[in-house]
C-alpha cells in the first residue's frame, strides 16, 4: 500500500506503508516482548511477544523481498534480542532495548524493498 503526500513547492513524495509498518512491528515487539517478561515475570510471555511479533515480520519480508532478506532480517532481529542481554549490563535494560530495537527497526526499512510507485511509474492509458 502506498500513500502518496504532496508537498506545496516540489515533487510529491511517496511512503510505503508496509515497510513503514513492518520496521516499527520489528522494533516494537522486542520493546513490547521485554515490556510483557518486565511486567509478568514470565519469560516466556514476552518470548511469545517476540515470537508473534518476528514471526509477522518475517512473513512480511518475505513477501515484499524475498528469502534472502527475510533470512537476513530475522537474523538481524535475533541478534539484536541476544546482544541486548550483555549490553544491559553495561547501559540498562530499558536502553539496551530501547537501542536494539531502534537498529533492528531502521536495518528492517533500509533493507527491504521500496514498493511504493511514484505517479511516473503508474501505467498510463493511450486511446
Known sequence: MTVWS???????RTID?????????????LVAGYGVAAATDVRAAG????????????????RS???????????TYVTAFVVSHPLSHAIGAWPAVLTVAAVTGAVSYTATADRSATPTDLPTTTR
Open 6 to 12: 504532496h508537498v506545496n513547492d516540489g515533487p510529491a
Open 17 to 29: 506503508v508496509v515497510r513503514l509498518l513492518t520496521s516499527a512491528v520489528a522494533a516494537g515487539s
Open 47 to 62: 518470548g511469545l511477544v517476540l515470537l508473534a511479533g518476528g514471526g509477522w515480520c518475517a512473513g512480511q519480508w518475505w
Open 65 to 75: 523481498s524475498g528469502p534472502r532478506t527475510a533470512v537476513a532480517l530475522g537474523a
